[in-house]
């Protein structure tokens, strides 16, 4: 990894870069750096502190922030005394190490590499250009970037909400001193929304940065919550774009249980109230009328936009830009550049949330992957493998740590207390309180601590085990302990969020849950992993485009893949799609992929094919199908299931009545036609929603928006002259689609707003199709007659039951399939070995499912490059066949299908457990009757120990 460091030059051709870095001066030796902070200590200087936004102010010598990687401090040559006026040097003569290095100079790199991926992200859009929002000018009026470092916990106000952010906490200027004197806890906040988005007057980014509306709504949430219910928070926005996966459901809990104010509006002007800095926003209403408010603070959503420096390198390496200054990738290869073995992810790719952009990112490795395949394997090392440490029969030496969490944790518990607590408690050894324990420098010194006072077992207290176990259980075994020799306790979420308002019950609890988990730690015993098999062989269900571009992906890195698709051909929805938003030709496309699908050797397609019956586990996965009538049987290690969703049969709007009333997807099978009858026509209107974001489906289906505008703009530019019209109720145009919602107005197409209370009438009269609905703009009923009603109708999961039980992976309340996590694992489910792609996730235009068939492709791949690595968890139940009555609840409760009986031998008839199916959650042991089940790491004797442990609190 490479820090503080500019790409400059790439050389060559796809597998042969060569690539030029340059890498400037840190003035710390990395190597000799152990990021203790003495050198911060005594630096004089001071410079603005980018992370935090330029609120408060940095050391010259500094730590970005507290979970740095590397966590190495770094001298700021711009503001160094040393360095720009040859004084000082105190940094020098603090570290104890002697890293400081002030001869430190830039040098240039140069690497080889096959492929390259391109992130350099973006940069938040600067506002102060707008003269409307004063943004430079009132101190109360700040960037969303900014009021979420006001936010959060390790920010500048440690998470506590307050007006005049931008003067510093203890002013010495006069004119700070006068501004604090007016800082106050604000009851009253506004967010104004697309503030550089959707905007060409005042600035040239017209495409809409997709991720402003969720992150005004979640900084409003939580302003709530931090301030609690008597905080006024107000929106004001145009269109509110929630496309994404619960978007829908967290912008109505915003309105429906926080009390948001959603204002759509766009606002004329901010002005200061004299003598006090409070804020009056001049809007316009929906009526037209001009309001005036006074809030306390505003804050500026603004949007994604790409740096001078990042277009500049994409001009050197002849990348092609977007209008908007995106790379320019097409629909069917969403990670490519237009230079042939330079990908792209993140941002730079086009405005996306995070877990788009973790999509993006596994769908790059996985096409760059492509390019490597021929030389995977070749420089490979292997890690030096830490011998483990015997400590069966070993008095019991335990380490505790308790994490400050920045203030997560320490803002409301005393860790001190708690810490000092910790080593009078029976066989700890030593406690520490580190900032971060989850930062690498704290994993280091935990490795440093357990080796040096030879600890055996340790106990963290910190946050949530569900994301950070794995990483300390790794710091054990780098160590040279068993990783089940750990024990974490939650503290964060379990305390210090919950007693907030009570600091002395939070440490109080804090000591309770420390002593609770150094009693089952004391009894802790170290586990053994069973070695599991693997199939290198992929199962892919669904041959829609998501789950051909899974397959696509693992047969060119050489892995055998199984396409089952219950239709007669491969296409999925797809083949009833016209164009792309880009224009490209789908059924063009559709028709060379298939040819490429079945000529690869490496891909296997069963048409005409459905699953019967699914058994085994990871690694070693069973299924009977069924195809063309013939029953065979499939074995494979991973599988991807990619089964799409469909369009909803709407009941409304004289659908099924009048053949004047189409869907979507039918006038796209008029385009593919080339229907005659649309050029009979000379008025068509669009009607959004139908069916989505209702009480039946609470969600928006995302792609119905750009769909409906591009076909607009395709009957438009097919016949000038036709009224075309579009209903709808947001325009959700994200990115750069946008640019279509534009180009749709600019050829005549005319857009009226409806809400769900009063959604359009249609009916027939005298013959004629007539649409009702009231004019927004003016107030004022109008009447289309329409030779074309087009609705666009909702995206529904298939809600395929049988399959969810075959897998054991679960479906929402909608019946789409859950992921693993939202934004850190959005293409593998919480059962190992099975991965999710497509629109049976959620809806998704087609770069997106292609987008996350790849990444599904990059999740599978990592699981199948661990083939000689592939464990199970030591964290699983036991039989004491001695016990077992054979009475069989075990076999019946178990959602994992882990238990079974016996057929030979000794005991047969009664359970066993199979180790690699079991996922420890204890439901089995809870229900036997004859307590001959025992769960590993927590035994009979660890639970009851915890639970005498609360004597003190009885």
């Known amino acids: 990894m490479l820090t503080l460091s500019e790409l400059i030059d790439v050389k060559g051709e796809k597998g042969n870069f060569e690539i030029d870095i340059l890498k400037k001066p840190r003035y710390v030796d990395l190597d000799l750096c152990i990021g203790c902070g003495a050198c911060a200590e005594k630096c004089p200087g001071k410079a603005d502190d980018e992370y935090n936004e330029d609120l408060v102010k940095r050391k010259s010598v500094y730590v970005e922030y507290a979970q740095a990687v590397p966590l190495k401090y770094r001298i700021d040559p711009e ?39 391109l992130s350099p992200g973006y940069k938040p859009f600067d506002p102060s250009q707008f003269d409307n929002y004063q943004y430079s000018n009132y101190p109360n009026v700040v960037t969303a970037m900014e009021f979420e470092r006001i936010l959060s916990a390790t920010g500048p106000t440690m998470g506590h909400i307050t007006t005049m952010p931008k003067v510093p906490v203890n002013p010495k200027k006069k004119k700070d001193k006068e501004l604090a004197a007016y800082r106050k806890d604000p009851k009253k906040i506004a967010w104004f929304q697309c503030v550089g988005s959707r905007d060409i007057n005042k600035c040239d980014n017209a495409h809409c940065s997709s991720v402003c509306c969720m992150y005004a709504v979640k900084e409003a949430i939580i302003s709530k919550e931090h301030a609690g219910d008597e905080l006024d928070c107000s929106i004001f926005f145009m269109d509110m774009r929630t496309p994404g996966k619960d978007f829908e459901k967290y912008y109505n809990n915003a309105q429906e249980k926080h009390g948001i104010n959603f204002i759509r509006s766009r606002v004329h002007s901010v002005t200061e109230v004299p003598g006090t800095h409070d804020l009056e926003v001049v809007y316009a209403d929906e009526a037209g009328e001009i309001q005036k408010e006074i809030y306390d603070m505003v804050v500026l959503s603004v949007g994604l936009e790409i740096p001078e420096e990042t277009r500049n390198l994409a001009e050197k390496l002849n990348i092609e830009m977007s209008p908007g200054g995106f790379c320019n990738t097409s629909t069917f290869d ?5 230079v042939d073995g330079i990908y792209v992810a993140g941002a730079f790719n086009r405005p996306q949330d995070i877990p788009q952009s973790v999509l993006d990112a596994s769908a790059a490795a996985s096409a760059a992957g492509d390019d490597l395949s021929p030389a995977r394997n070749t420089l490979t090392k292997k890690l030096e493998e830490v011998p483990r440490i015997n400590v069966v029969g070993e008095r019991p030496r335990i380490g505790v740590f308790i994490c400050d969490c920045g203030s997560n944790i320490k803002g409301v518990v005393d860790c001190a207390h708690v810490t000092e607590y910790a080593k009078t408690l029976p066989y700890v050894e030593f406690a520490d309180e580190p900032m971060f324990a989850c930062s690498q420098d704290t994993q280091d010194k935990m490795v440093e601590y357990i080796k040096e006072k030879n600890l055996n077992r340790i106990v963290v207290a910190a946050c949530t085990p569900k994301t950070h176990e794995p990483l300390f259980q790794e710091t054990l075994e780098n160590a040279g302990l068993n990783k089940y020799l750990f024990e974490m306790t939650n503290i964060r979420n379990h305390d210090s969020w919950v007693h907030k308002n009570n600091p002395d019950m939070a440490t109080k609890k804090a000591k309770d849950l420390v002593r609770m988990a150094v009693s089952k730690a004391a009894l802790s015993e170290p586990l053994k992993e069973e070695k599991i098999p693997m199939d290198e062989r992929v199962m892919v269900v669904g041959g829609g485009m998501a789950g051909i571009s899974a397959a696509r992906s693992l047969s060119a890195q050489g892995y055998e893949v199984h ?43 069963h048409l005409n094919t459905t699953i019967e019956s699914t058994d085994g586990f990871v690694g070693n996965f069973k299924s009977r199908i069924t195809e063309n009538g013939d029953s065979s049987e499939i074995e494979y290690g991973a599988a991807v299931l990619a089964t799409g969703a469909t369009a909803h049969e709407p009941d409304e709007y004289g659908f099924g009545m009048d053949d004047r009333v189409v869907t979507s997807l039918d006038l796209d099978r008029m385009l593919i036609e080339n229907s005659a009858e649309l050029d009979k026509m000379n008025s068509a209107t669009f009607i959004q929603c139908v069916g989505s974001r209702d009480t039946n489906r609470p969600y928006c289906s995302k792609i119905c928006c750009t769909h409906s505008v591009h076909n607009a703009i395709e009957l438009k530019t097919r016949k000038p002259d036709m009224d075309v019209f579009i209903l709808y109720r947001d325009i959700r145009t994200y990115g750069e689609n946008e640019l279509l919602y534009k180009q749709a107005r600019d050829l005549g197409v005319i857009f009226i707003r409806y809400d769900l209370e009063n959604k359009p009438d249609v009916r027939t009269e005298n013959g004629s199709l007539v649409i009702k609905a009231r004019d927004h703009v003016l107030g004022q009923p109008l009447e289309i007659e329409s030779d074309l009603l087009v609705l666009a109708t909702a995206i529904v999961p298939r809600k395929d039951e049988k399959l969810a039980n075959f897998f054991k992976v679960p479906l929402n309340e909608e019946g789409f399939f859950v992921e693993k996590h939202a934004k850190l694992g959005p293409a593998e489910f919480a059962t190992d070995g099975v991965f999710i792609c497509g629109s049976g996730h959620y809806p998704k235009p087609l770069d997106e499912a292609i987008t996350q068939g790849k990444a599904a492709a990059s999740r599978a791949l990592t699981l199948l490059g661990k083939k000689d690595n592939l464990f199970t968890s030591g964290t699983v139940a036991l039989v004491d066949q001695e016990k077992c009555s054979s009475c069989g609840v075990c076999v019946a409760i178990c959602p994992y299908s882990a238990p079974s009986f016996l057929e030979e031998g000794r005991y047969s008839g009664k359970a066993e457990i199979n180790p690699v199916l079991c996922k420890g959650c204890g439901l089995c042991v809870a229900s036997c009757r004859s307590g001959a089940l025992h769960l590993k790491g927590f035994n009979t004797d660890q639970i009851f120990s915890q639970i005498f442990a609360l004597d003190e609190v009885v």
């Open 334 to 338: 969403p990670v490519s550049s237009s």
């Open 79 to 117: 503001t160094c005394l040393k360095l720009t006026k040859d004084k000082c040097g105190n940094c020098e003569e603090a570290c104890p190490t002697s890293a400081i290095n002030f001869d430190d100079k830039e040098e240039t790199v140069t690497i080889k590499t096959g492929s390259i991926i």
């Open 563 to 605: 396409i089952i698709e219950k239709q007669d051909r491969l296409g999925g929805e797809a083949l009833k799609l016209h164009k792309t938003p880009k224009g490209e030709d789908i059924q063009k496309k559709l028709k060379s992929i298939a040819e490429d699908v079945n000529a690869n050797d490496n891909i296997k397609v």
